[in-house]
């Protein structure tokens, strides 16, 4: 049979550049015994429909990800998201990760962080330092990244609602350690939607929120071109209870809101779509996750196309990273959630993911200990290196149930924004709570089937075992708070204040004017302006948001 | 002796700056659906801001949710201002991810009921009938 002429000129001008660029890790991939692992598996004849539905890895919708060779070429970026207490021991924390194999960093800031409280703030009462890393001011980034080359390491940094500022921190580290902000490398989430609809960590409404956005897409385009600047994400709304097609759903109008806010700034999509990437969630439903992925790609890469007449391919790839479900982890039984946390990851991967969060096996009781932190590493490189899985792309690709599974999310998720659409928006779908109340019906009709025994949880409601002995769990020391609050009180002690007051009103008259305000918050920073009281002027030009508890 | 009202009435509550409200929003759907009246006050509420909830919408108990560590400081603090308000007799029960050794402590405090993840919804329904239930009939705490 001979070659389809699209496959021939796929190979030509997609595959054969990309491995020009890129060359795969091995010269061959092959199983124990030496037959050859094919880098792609195709039909065994490719069709109109193979071409629209699917096509080749790398080619439009992206069906098959969005890379010619995906992992042959290079594996997934394996992140680990953490962060807790002081930025001395966090940075002792990344240091030890990075020298155990982990080839990204993923920063948890503590709640007041967050929420742009210092750490000094009244509404920081307890909270300093717990679930991330407590940053007041340029001083606590500058301990965070010591010894930590910021040309060399990519950052994600988990910041939504004053994501403008701790940008503005890590641009002023990588200053200081001599890297230029074009050379940085990373992603802020930055996704302030999802706040208002699962995560909480909003600050302002979403308007004024919005146009934060679009001020650090535009900045950062000229300023840090290899910086991802936002993740839209569908991790949180699943966690709060969605099914998989919501998550596309929400997440996908989320990032049509974003793009539409861009382009009505004035922006260029073709521009900025390519610093756009996503976060998803990878629940233990091995089969369903991996069309979900597969679906995500190839929904976005339409929208991108039909509806914002978006025309470079960079525009249109949906790249994302995954974390294992946090909500799926077991209190009972924890080691369990290793193997819990292996189904996620292997769907993540047969999915197409371009990084990915192992959790640990003990987060259903608290933050993780340092060996299980290692553990969850351990199984993405044992799902690298060892499974075979990383050798071939898309291998699921044109099983009867993937291919259909995808489909119907891909109709699910694609009918649930045509709702949002004829609503309003998301914006308007959020005020009203209906995208709250749709996550929280899910999460309801869930956990009713767990009660019922419909659905089983081992460990949980079936197959109990009387607890052993508690396993050893990470504690705060309780004293951390104090030792914050005195550093931010000696930062703000010995910085010139007159140059602090100088870049606030500064930021003041601009927030209430149209200017960028990205330089400005640069400006505040280098000036060992602190978090809060950068959050504080915003706060009072764009008022706050208050959830009203939808139920 | 007070008596509020023939049906069960409660506030779930999220104190701090926690935003994960997925089980505190499912215990208030299983309430509801189970006869409570029940109010949920949204996330972020300070402990003032849920005390005065609770006095104003004359609830029997308190359901109070932390996923984010700092139940040690937020869940007395809601105590506290309930008797500083003079509404002490109002019960406290509190969930969430918390450390088998903080229970105690929190029981000191006064929060009569502490629910640590899987337990099954029967039992917090139980808990809280029985709250109500010493709530109406005035016993101490």
Request: overall charge positive.
């Given at each position: 049979m001979s070659k389809h002429p699209r496959q021939s000129d796929w190979e030509e001008n997609t595959l054969n550049k990309s491995l020009a660029r890129c060359p795969e890790?091995?010269?061959?991939?092959?199983?124990?015994?030496?037959?050859?692992?094919?880098?792609?598996?195709?039909?065994?004849?490719?069709?109109?429909?193979?071409?629209?539905?699917?096509?080749?890895?790398?080619s439009y919708p992206y069906t098959?990800?969005?890379?010619?060779?995906?992992?042959?070429?290079?594996?997934?970026?394996?992140?680990?998201?953490?962060?807790?207490?002081?930025?001395?021991?966090?940075?002792?924390r990344y240091c030890y990760l990075l020298q155990q194999g982990t080839t990204g960093l993923s920063v948890a800031f503590d709640l007041p962080t967050q929420i742009g409280y210092d750490s000094d703030d009244p509404m920081a009462m307890g909270e300093v330092g717990k679930v991330g890393v407590a940053i007041d001011s340029l001083a606590d980034m500058e301990i965070l990244f010591d010894q930590i080359p910021l040309n060399k390491v990519s950052t994600s940094m988990t910041i939504n609602a004053p994501a403008a500022v701790l940008l503005a921190m890590y641009v002023a580290v990588a200053e200081k350690q001599g890297v230029p902000a074009a050379k940085i490398q990373g992603t802020i989430q930055n996704d302030i939607l999802k706040e208002y609809v699962a995560r909480g960590t909003?600050?302002?409404?979403?308007?004024?929120?919005?146009?934060?956005?679009?001020?650090?897409?535009?900045?950062?385009?000229?300023q840090t071109p290899n910086f991802n600047t936002i993740s839209i994400s569908g991790y949180h709304i699943r966690e709060a209870g969605a099914t998989a097609a919501q998550e596309i759903a929400f997440t996908l109008a989320n990032g049509c809101a974003y793009v539409q806010a861009a382009i009505d700034a004035g922006l260029d999509v073709d521009v900025f779509a390519r610093r756009l990437s996503f976060f998803f969630n990878a629940s233990s439903d091995l089969l369903e996750e991996v069309?979900?992925?597969?679906?995500?790609?190839?929904?976005?890469?339409?929208?991108?196309k039909e509806r914002f007449a978006a025309k470079h391919p960079a525009s249109l790839m949906l790249r994302f990273h995954t974390q294992t479900a946090g909500s799926s982890?077991?209190?009972?039984?924890?080691?369990?959630?290793?193997?819990?946390?292996?189904l996620q990851a292997l769907a993540a991967v047969l999915g197409g993911t371009q990084s990915l969060h192992t959790n640990s096996r003990d987060e259903a009781l608290g933050l993780p200990t340092e060996?299980?932190?290692?553990?969850?590493?351990?199984?993405?490189?044992?799902?690298?290196?060892e499974s075979g899985v990383a050798d071939t792309v898309d291998p699921l690709a044109g099983s009867y149930f993937i291919e259909a599974a995808t489909d119907r999310i891909e109709a699910e998720a694609g009918a649930l924004i045509g709702r949002i659409d004829q609503a309003g928006g998301v914006i308007a779908c959020i005020e009203d709570g209906f995208i709250q109340r749709q996550i929280e019906n899910s999460a309801y009709a869930f956990q009713c089937q767990v009660e019922?025994?419909?659905?089983?949880?081992?460990?949980?409601?079936?197959?109990?075992?009387?607890?052993?002995?508690?396993?050893?769990?990470?504690r705060l020391d309780p004293a951390v708070e104090e030792e914050q609050v005195t550093r931010l009180q000696a930062v703000r002690a010995t910085r010139?204040?007159?140059?602090?007051?100088?870049?606030?009103?500064?930021?003041?008259?601009?927030?209430?004017?149209?200017?960028?305000?990205?330089?400005?918050?640069?400006?505040?920073?280098?000036?060992y302006t602190t978090l809060g009281e950068i959050c504080r002027v915003l706060r009072d030009i764009f008022g706050e948001h208050r959830d009203k508890g939808y139920l | 002796m007070t008596y509020t009202t023939q049906k069960n009435r409660v506030l779930i509550g999220k104190a701090g700056l926690d935003g994960h409200d997925r089980g505190a929003k499912v215990i208030a759907r299983a309430l509801r659906d189970h006869g409570f009246e029940v109010i949920y006050t949204g996330i972020r509420r300070t402990p003032e801001e849920i005390a005065a909830a609770a006095i104003q919408e004359d609830v029997a108990a308190i359901g109070l949710s932390s996923l984010s560590g700092a139940h040690l400081r937020l869940f007395p603090a809601v105590v506290e201002a309930l008797r500083r308000a003079g509404a002490g007799d109002i019960r406290v029960l509190g969930g969430g991810v918390i450390p088998a050794e903080d229970i105690p402590l929190l029981q000191e405090a006064g929060i009569i009921e502490i629910f640590t993840p899987g337990t099954p919804l029967e039992r917090i329904i139980a808990a809280f009938t029985e709250a109500c239930a010493s709530h109406r009939s005035g016993r101490s705490l």
């Open positions: 890790r091995q010269p061959q991939f092959s199983h124990h015994g030496g037959s050859e692992t094919p880098r792609l598996a195709l039909p065994a004849e490719i069709d109109d429909h193979y071409l629209d539905t699917l096509n080749f890895p790398g098959r990800g969005v890379q010619p060779t995906m992992y042959r070429g290079r594996l997934w970026t394996m992140r680990q998201y953490a962060g807790f207490s002081t930025a001395a021991e966090s940075n002792r909003y600050i302002f409404p979403p308007r004024p929120s919005l146009r934060l956005i679009t001020d650090i897409f535009q900045w950062c385009t000229a069309a979900k992925f597969r679906a995500a790609r190839r929904l976005w890469a339409k929208i991108m982890l077991t209190a009972q039984q924890i080691d369990n959630n290793i193997v819990r946390v292996t060996d299980s932190v290692r553990t969850a590493l351990r199984t993405q490189q044992i799902i690298a290196h019922s025994g419909e659905r089983i949880v081992v460990g949980v409601n079936r197959f109990q075992t009387d607890e052993e002995v508690g396993p050893p769990l990470l010139d204040q007159a140059a602090v007051d100088a870049t606030l009103s500064q930021l003041r008259e601009a927030a209430g004017g149209s200017a960028n305000l990205m330089p400005l918050i640069l400006e505040a920073v280098k000036a | -």
